[in-house]
């Protein structure tokens, strides 16, 4: 792979990412990858080969970067296994994935075997105390109880 075409997609997503708020995924996706190359070498071949096709589209500015990596994330946890993508808007609430708010939002994906962790595909840097309670809950495993007003 080309270093520069690298280099010019990863400057990218970083003005992207800062622009929009959003937490930097990439650490996230390769802890993922880590664990896909451990337990299925032909996922792992996809999940790379996947990676490479995307690069050149944010590298030439053809693909916003932001959702080229929503699309990878998600590329990335179907291999994993079946589950949902979903929405968590600032009240908390759930919603299907399919508005174009995905790359404000909390993004989660929750497999459908309990085996499996929830996983953020979308973090924004300031979460709502009901978007961390769900982060809370059904990420980190713990609970916490947002106050009321």
């Known amino acids: 792979m080309d270093a520069t075409l690298r280099e010019r997609a990863e400057a990218r997503l970083e003005g992207a990412l800062e622009r929009a708020a959003l937490c930097d995924p990439r650490a996230r ?66 919603h299907a994935e399919a508005t174009s708010h995905a790359r404000e939002r909390l993004v989660l994906y929750i497999p459908t075997s309990t085996r499996e962790p929830v996983r953020i595909l979308n973090l924004p840097k300031r979460l709502s105390e009901a978007q961390r309670a769900n982060v809370d809950l059904l990420v980190e495993g713990r609970l916490s109880v947002a106050p009321r007003e």
């Open 29 to 94: 996706f390769r802890d993922w990858l880590r664990s896909l190359r451990a337990r299925d070498a032909a996922a792992f071949d996809e999940a790379r080969r996947y990676y490479e096709a995307l690069l050149p589209g944010i590298a030439e500015g053809r693909t916003d970067p932001i959702e080229a990596w929503l699309d990878y994330g998600r590329r990335l946890v179907e291999l994993t296994g079946p589950g949902m993508v979903v929405e968590i808007d600032e009240d908390g609430l759930a």
